[in-house]
Each structure stands twice: as C-alpha cells, then as structure tokens.
Antibody, heavy 119, light 111 residues
C-alpha cells in the first residue's frame, strides 16, 4: 500500500523558516516524480514544487521561487520542502503527492501538514 | 481566479446523477489530459479520474470522466451521502510554467 506521511508543519512568524518532510512507503520511491501541493484555508489546490526521480530537476511556482527548496533522499524514501522567508500568504495545508505514470495527474497524496505564518 | 472554471456548487438527491463541468482553453484542456480529484471534508484529495476517463483501481464505476474540446466533465451516478465533497479538475497548461493547474473546485451536496 502506497503511503505518504507529512510532518514538520507548525506556527512560524513572518520571515521565519520551516522544513517539511514526507516519508514514503509501499512503492519504488526513486522511480517517481514527487510534488508539493498546498491549500490555503477555505481555498483550492495550488501546485508548489516538483522534483524528478534522482533530484536533478526541480521546478517551483513563481510565488515561492528563491524562498522554497524541494529535495529528496532516495536512500531514506523521504521528500523535503525547505521554506525560508515565509509570508502570511504561505499559510496553508501542504500535501506531498506522487506524480502519475503520465504527466498531468497526482495519483497518491499524503494527509497534509498545516503551516501557519502569523505574528 | 483559476484558469480552469468549475461551478462553485452542485446538488442532487440520493440515487440521482450529477455532472460537474471544467472549462479551460486550447493550451490546457484542449491539448492535455484531465484528471479529477475528490476531497472529502477534512481529508486529503484523492484521484478519481486520470487521462480524461480512466479510473484508478478501487474507484467505483459510478464515477466517469469525459472531455470534449476545451471542456471536461465528471459524472457521478447513484449518488450517495458519502459523495458529499469538493471536486477539483486538473490538467497542465502548455503556456504556463506550472505543473498541474487546478480548477477552483465544486462542492457537491447530496440533498
């Protein structure tokens, strides 16, 4: 059974930093693209970042470029999101998701971790 | 405001059928496949439909997807109270530096 379990969320002040983790199991971790997707309170879904199978390709939504860094450790079946210079508008539930075999869909999602940026 | 347009809400009675539309453009739905996600209250999204009309293992055939031109439709038959959720369409857009773009979401109420 595929499982994705996020951790690391919490309350942080504007300008602060946080590192999210996603522990994966039940599939061949190093053979899939992985994603971070966020959902602000009461709002819709927004893709945040992508990383390819070996970590050599990384992509970000414009609003987080230069502030967030996605990474992975294939030996530990783990995905990370390092978030710096956090803003109030980054407040959201952050989900890790697995990319499908073809582009354009995410076939498994974690339960999410809440990040609250507030003074 | 999302590039993909969904109705904010739809409703129908138990046992009935409902459809949810997702309207886009030639650079997204018109040239790429569409996926649909169900988000039950307080839970993570779950893939319902991918590549326009394919169901992942475990998704009942009450759920169906179709695409025509720059629009896609999710159909749900035999509605159950447990189907009350937010539904999102998704695809990627050839003109944007974004992976998957999502519609604004549709809240389904089973009356």
């Amino acid at each position: 059974e595929v499982q994705l379990v996020e951790s690391g969320g919490g309350l942080v002040q504007p300008g602060g930093s946080l590192r999210l983790s996603c522990a994966a199991s039940g599939f061949s971790f190093g053979t899939y693209w992985l994603k971070w997707v966020r959902q602000a309170p009461g709002k819709g879904l927004e893709w945040v970042a992508n990383i390819n199978e070996d970590g050599s390709q990384k992509y970000y939504v414009d609003s987080v470029k230069g502030r967030f860094t996605i990474s992975r450790d294939n030996a530990k079946n783990s995905l990370f999101l390092h978030m710096n210079s956090l803003r109030v508008e980054d407040t959201a539930v952050y989900y890790c998701a697995r990319g499908g075999q073809t582009r354009g869909h995410y076939d498994y999602w974690g339960q999410g971790t809440l990040v609250t940026v507030s003074s | 405001q999302s590039v993909l347009t969904q109705p904010p809400s739809v409703s129908a009675a138990p046992g009935q059928k409902v459809t949810i539309s997702c309207s886009g453009s030639s650079s997204n739905i018109g040239s790429n496949s569409v996926s649909w996600y169900q988000q039950l209250p307080g839970t993570a999204p779950k893939l319902l439909i991918y590549e326009n009309n394919k169901r992942p293992s475990g998704i009942p055939d009450r759920f169906s997807g179709s695409k025509s031109g720059t629009s896609a439709t999710l159909g749900i038959t035999g509605l159950q109270t447990g189907d009350e959720a937010d539904y999102y369409c998704g695809t990627w857009d050839s003109s944007l530096s974004i992976d998957v773009i999502f519609g604004g979401g549709t809240t389904l109420t089973v009356l």
